[in-house]
């Protein structure tokens, strides 16, 4: 007998999902957050005088202000020499998540936009 006629063995489409929609998943919310970060700190230097508070909503001026200043380390100013060591990390940690793309389930969908991010 046939193996393409048998009733016993069914044709299974596998469906993979495209390049596209694998990457975009990730890529997506890497790119907004990239876009986001970049305006916002464009923003502020136009916007903002170095080291002077500046409240979007007046009644809240206490609670919430922004203030442009630089940090050149990493949270709260550690490490002020380590950028080299930092980028180095970023990239090291980005490989890695490329690297292992494949392996990453398509759902739920939050891991990988959360990965992107």
């Known amino acids: 007998m046939n193996q393409e006629t048998s009733p016993l063995v069914e044709k299974q489409e596998v469906s993979s999902p495209s390049l596209f929609r694998r990457w975009y998943s990730i890529l997506g919310p890497a790119l907004v957050v990239l876009l986001a970060d970049q305006w916002s700190k464009q923003w502020a230097l136009t916007n903002l005088q170095f080291g002077e508070p500046w409240a979007p909503i007046p009644a809240l001026r206490g609670i919430f ?3 442009l200043v630089t940090n050149t380390g990493a949270a709260f100013g550690l490490f002020k020499d380590g950028g080299v060591f930092f980028t180095i990390l970023a990239l090291a940690v980005v490989g890695g998540i490329l690297f292992y793309e494949r ?4 759902r739920p969908l ?3 936009g959360s990965l992107g991010i």
């Open 65 to 67: 202000t922004f203030t």
């Open 103 to 106: 392996r990453i389930p398509l």
């Open 110 to 112: 939050w891991l990988r």
